[in-house]
């Protein structure tokens, strides 16, 4: 499976950008995913995860009630729409599929997009 994430761009604080994130292969629908983020000098952090069906839905505090994931299996792509984003929310944004473990640890992820960077201004 190859992962290619997109949709991230510059934009100005409480203004909203949604990140897509396409799969190659069938198997896609089967595998739960999450996205990350890593800013530089910090580690890869945990934003947000979705079971393979969507029945669940994962969120890291910083992003709860902003962020929204959500996944379509039918065309093989996951989604991360972002609103109300602030500055500390700037980062290259990650996505990962087909996971062992907890959703918020990245070392459990065996497929990984190449990022897309967002930047939000004050």
């Known amino acids: 499976v190859q992962l290619q994430a997109f949709g991230g761009g510059l934009v100005q604080a409480g203004e909203s950008l949604r990140l897509s994130c396409a799969a190659s292969g069938r198997a896609f629908s089967g595998y739960n995913m999450g996205w990350f983020r890593q800013a530089p000098g910090k580690e890869r952090e945990f934003v947000a995860g979705?079971?393979?069906?969507?029945?669940?839905?994962y969120y890291a505090n910083a992003v709860k009630g902003r962020f929204t994931i959500s996944r379509d299996n039918a065309k093989n792509t996951g989604f991360l729409q972002m609103n109300s984003l602030k500055p500390e929310d700037s980062a290259v944004y990650y996505c990962?599929?087909?996971?062992?473990?907890?959703?918020?640890?990245?070392?459990?992820?065996?497929?990984w997009g190449q990022g897309t960077q967002v930047t939000v201004s004050s």
């Open positions: 979705i079971s393979w069906s969507s029945r669940n839905t």
């Open positions: 990962g599929a087909d996971l062992s473990g907890a959703y918020s640890d990245y070392r459990g992820y065996r497929y």
